[in-house]
């Protein structure tokens, strides 16, 4: 069954401090990874699309990473800032179909920013 | 319009009445998802159109969980005789890509619904 592990469950740290997120997923054939930011009463929002070849990508502060041969992926944040307070779900789709199996949703990491 | 819209943002319901929430995607978007996201949790998958075509409604929790998209724009997904479990808040997400698997997805809002 296709599975995507998210950690930490939630995270707290202080304004300008780096953080790093993991995504950790059992997915196949794999097609690529997402990760969106969700912001409190709001839709998720992409922040990175990455396929098979690809190792990283930079969004501003956001930095992704992934590695297709032990399936994990992370996204670090640089600088924090208060707006980042969110909830960040990484998503992984396959190659072929839709629906159901086409996309599988972490539980998300809850990420507060203390002043 | 420039962005997925769903209506209403909030709803509040009586145990046993019947919603409807309206999503109105991106214009030109072939497939169209709804997801049930409960607090704290991540999405979870209900229903997938391309087009008009229901092609997947296997995350539907029970029959009284409906969905159409009768010309291949807007959706209404409608909820029959309401329960507490219901309470939750259901995202519509639409894309260029026919399976959604490939192109960039795009999230409304969501329509957070409360069942007293």
């Known amino acids: 069954k296709n599975q995507v592990e998210q950690s930490p469950q939630s995270l707290i740290i202080l304004e300008g401090k780096n953080c790093t997120l993991q995504c950790n997923y059992t997915v196949s054939p794999f097609s690529n990874l997402r990760w969106y930011k969700q912001d409190t009463g709001r839709g998720p929002v992409s922040l990175t699309i990455m396929t098979f070849s690809e190792n990283t990508k930079s969004n501003g502060r956001y930095t992704a990473t992934l590695d297709a041969d032990t399936k994990q992926s992370s996204l670090h944040i640089t600088a924090s800032q208060l707006s980042d307070s969110a909830s960040y779900i990484c998503v992984v789709s396959v190659h072929s179909g839709g629906g159901a199996d086409g996309l599988t949703f972490g539980k998300g990491t809850h990420l507060i920013i203390q002043p | 319009g420039a962005g997925v819209s769903q209506s209403p943002r909030y709803k509040v319901a009586k145990r046993g009445q019947d919603v409807a929430l309206r999503c109105d995607p991106i214009s030109g978007h072939v497939s169209l998802f709804w997801y049930q996201q409960a607090l704290g949790q991540g999405p979870e998958f209900l229903t997938y159109?391309?087009?008009?075509?229901?092609?997947?409604k296997s995350g539907l929790p029970s029959d009284r969980f409906f969905a159409e998209r009768p010309e291949g724009s807007v959706s209404t997904l409608k909820i029959q005789r309401t329960q507490q479990e219901d309470s939750a808040v259901y995202l519509c997400a639409s894309s260029l890509d026919p399976s959604g698997n490939t192109g960039e997805l795009f999230f409304g809002e969501g329509s957070r619904l409360t069942v007293l």
């Open positions: 159109f391309q087009n008009e075509a229901q092609l997947d």
